[in-house]
């Protein structure tokens, strides 16, 4: 398995700033992508982060207000932009190692918006 | 109507009953089926994952798949104190042109009583 940490753990911030979230693995990974739990929610997942090409997101995320790195096979960085209280929520990064049916995950950043 | 559905309880079983946790949903491409628990503020932990139907064990935990009713199972023998957290269920559909998506449900809070 992969042991992956995310920094901050967690943030409070005002509206209208920006946070920038780092997710590092303890091993080169193929996989790397990153999920939202708002309170009361299931996972939802915003985008997968590919290494040296742009992200792919998912229906209902866009780039502008989710802006996701990938520099190499162990470390991404997602920025939740302009943020308002509605983005209020935990996000986690996950890994893949050997396939799609073995991701794990991070201890999550627990974020609140003022 | 959610692609997967899973009653967020919560349940609460005294210690040593067997626990019964399901997940139902409406997407027959789900391929591979994955249960984790998640502790109060820590991320998601891969218990096991499962592909097409059937049922797969791993001491204390089973998991069962029947695709033809669109429901998975996670039986946990033994119960223990220890075991108290949320389980969310997950599951993807096959084929790479998918990526690593996992569609989750919303979780169920489980208390074991000593």
């Known amino acids: 398995s992969a042991v992956i940490s995310q920094k901050p753990s967690r943030d409070i911030c005002q509206r209208g700033t920006s946070l920038t979230i780092q997710c590092q693995v303890d091993?080169?990974?193929?996989?790397m992508f990153w999920y939202r739990q708002q309170p009361g929610q299931s996972l939802t997942l915003i985008a997968t982060?590919?290494?040296?090409?742009?992200?792919?997101?998912e229906s209902g995320f866009v780039i502008d207000k989710f802006p996701i790195s990938r520099p190499n096979l162990t470390f991404s960085t997602l920025t939740v932009s302009n943020m308002s209280p509605e983005d209020s929520s935990i996000y986690l990064c996950?890994?893949?190692?050997?396939?799609?049916?073995?991701?794990?995950f991070g201890p999550g950043t627990r974020l609140t918006v003022l | 109507q959610k692609e997967v559905e899973q009653d967020p309880g919560p349940l609460s079983v005294p210690e040593g009953a067997i626990v019964s946790l399901n997940c139902t949903y409406s997407?027959?491409?789900?391929?591979?089926f994955m249960w984790y628990r998640q502790y109060s503020r820590k991320g998601p932990e891969l218990l096991m994952y499962?592909?097409?139907?059937g049922n797969k064990e791993d001491g204390r935990f089973t998991a069962q798949v029947d695709k033809s009713s669109k429901y998975i199972s996670l039986f946990i023998r033994d119960s223990q104190p220890s075991d108290s957290a949320t389980y969310l269920c997950?599951?993807?559909?096959?084929?790479?042109?998918?990526?690593?998506?996992?569609?989750f449900g919303q979780g169920t809070e489980l208390s074991v009583k000593p």
């Open positions: 997407n027959s491409a789900f391929q591979y």
């Open positions: 997950a599951m993807r559909v096959a084929g790479d042109n998918q990526g690593g998506k996992l569609i």
């Open positions: 499962t592909y097409s139907s």
């Open positions: 996950s890994a893949g190692t050997r396939s799609y049916n073995e991701q794990f």
């Open positions: 091993s080169q990974v193929t996989m």
């Open positions: 982060a590919n290494q040296g090409s742009e992200a792919t997101y």
